[in-house]
């Protein structure tokens, strides 16, 4: 039995949907299956009651479900314990980062973090973002670095965990320049001729926020899905060999719009196809260990990189 097994099982008994479940733990929906069928196999039972709608436990998955969310607290308690038996990795900052922002954001963000804190160990734990969040709750990470848009907030308490912006980040259209150096394909398209569209997959946080700037657009787009894929550094790959149009972070892009390797597909005709989304930071609150409360103080360094933060954020 995998403890993947019994993650898979929580978030099915929380989201009562096979495919809500699949999506948030970014497998397709057969396997996410096979994972719960599996699971059932090791206990000799039925867990879920596959008549209804919604998905509903039966008695012993019920039973299951209260039993796995201690087993998998005891065993994050037990991995942060050992990990404090470490004192080579306490002066380490482990960030948990989406994808996209660990290809582009992330590399010159701690480039800077040197020149003006200091030297700094890190840790980077490249996710989707759904499961960097998750590190942040599990306590898996020092520091988690995501998006962030008031249509698809994070639901983390302000009283448990706090944040610091760090930036901006626009999220556009892009794609191939032609021979002449205009794009290959231009938006909007037109109904009987869809341009090509490499999407981001089910589920994903960028492909959410692209679904919102084309329901959004005053102007329809015409598009046709060739190409998915769940990061943003492979629809760019896909844009510049002119497979089709990408949606893309601007930080993604910026060396290969100073090669006119990728122009804008929009143009001055059309209005503007672009998100601006926030760059943030959240730790969980330090809490001193009190009896019956194993929590502790954060490491000496992930804290004052914190501060330091915090006072770039006021400035």
Same mark, same amino acid.
């Given at each position: 039995?995998?403890?993947?097994?019994?993650?898979?099982?929580? +978030? $099915? *008994?929380? =989201?009562?949907?096979?495919?809500?479940?699949?999506? #948030? @733990?970014?497998?397709?929906? &057969?396997?996410? /299956? !096979?994972?719960?069928?599996?699971?059932?196999?090791?206990?000799?039972?039925?867990?879920?009651?596959?008549?209804?709608?919604?998905?509903?436990?039966?008695?012993?998955?019920?039973?299951?479900?209260?039993?796995?969310?201690?087993?998998?607290?005891?065993?994050?308690?037990?991995?942060?314990?050992?990990?404090?038996?470490?004192?080579?990795?306490?002066?380490?900052?482990?960030?948990?980062?989406?994808? +996209? $922002? *660990?290809? =582009?954001?992330?590399?010159?963000?701690?480039?800077? #973090? @040197?020149?003006?804190?200091? &030297?700094?160990? /890190? !840790?980077?734990?490249?996710?989707?973002?759904?499961?960097?969040?998750?590190?942040?709750?599990?306590?898996?990470?020092?520091?988690?670095?995501?998006?962030?848009?008031?249509?698809?907030?994070?639901?983390?308490?302000?009283?448990?965990?706090?944040?610091?912006?760090?930036?901006?980040?626009?999220?556009?259209?892009?794609?191939?320049?032609?021979?002449?150096?205009?794009?290959?394909?231009?938006?909007?398209?037109? *109904?009987?001729?869809?341009?090509?569209?490499?999407?981001?997959?089910?589920?994903?946080?960028?492909?959410?926020?692209?679904?919102?700037?084309?329901?959004?657009?005053?102007?329809?787009?015409?598009?046709?899905?060739?190409?998915?894929?769940?990061?943003?550094?492979?629809?760019?790959?896909?844009?510049?060999?002119?497979?089709?149009?990408?949606?893309?972070?601007?930080?993604?892009?910026?060396?290969?719009?100073?090669?006119?390797?990728?122009?804008?597909?929009?143009?001055?005709?059309?209005?503007?196809?672009?998100?601006?989304?926030?760059?943030?930071?959240?730790?969980?609150?330090?809490?001193?260990?009190?009896?019956?409360?194993?929590?502790?103080?954060?490491?000496?360094?992930?804290?004052?990189?914190?501060?330091?933060?915090?006072?770039?954020?006021?400035?």
């Amino acid at each position: 039995m995998e403890t993947k097994w019994l993650e898979d099982f929580v +978030s $099915l *008994a929380e =989201t009562r949907s096979f495919s809500r479940s699949a999506q #948030l @733990r970014h497998v397709t929906q &057969p396997a996410f /299956s !096979r994972r719960i069928q599996a699971l059932e196999a090791w206990a000799g039972t039925d867990l879920v009651d596959r008549s209804s709608y919604p998905t509903r436990l039966t008695p012993a998955g019920q039973t299951l479900y209260d039993q796995s969310l201690e087993v998998l607290q005891a065993l994050q308690s037990t991995r942060a314990m050992l990990r404090g038996h470490s004192s080579a990795g306490q002066d380490v900052i482990e960030f948990a980062v989406p994808h +996209s $922002l *660990a290809f =582009t954001f992330f590399p010159a963000w701690v480039s800077s #973090l @040197r020149e003006k804190f200091g &030297p700094i160990k /890190s !840790r980077l734990i490249a996710l989707n973002v759904h499961d960097a969040v998750l590190r942040l709750v599990e306590g898996s990470c020092d520091v988690l670095i995501s998006y962030h848009h008031a249509s698809q907030p994070f639901q983390l308490d302000p009283g448990r965990y706090e944040m610091v912006t760090l930036g901006e980040e626009v999220l556009a259209p892009y794609v191939k320049p032609d021979a002449d150096g205009a794009p290959l394909y231009k938006l909007p398209g037109r *109904a009987g001729q869809p341009l090509p569209y490499l999407g981001y997959a089910p589920g994903a946080y960028l492909g959410r926020m692209v679904d919102m700037i084309l329901k959004d657009s005053k102007t329809a787009i015409h598009l046709d899905r060739v190409y998915e894929t769940d990061m943003a550094e492979g629809l760019k790959a896909m844009a510049i060999e002119g497979h089709g149009i990408a949606f893309l972070p601007h930080s993604a892009v910026k060396k290969e719009l100073r090669a006119r390797k990728l122009v804008p597909a929009t143009t001055p005709e059309l209005p503007s196809l672009q998100m601006t989304m926030d760059l943030r930071a959240y730790r969980e609150k330090p809490v001193a260990a009190t009896p019956g409360n194993e929590k502790v103080t954060p490491k000496s360094t992930a804290q004052d990189l914190w501060a330091f933060l915090q006072a770039g954020a006021t400035r």
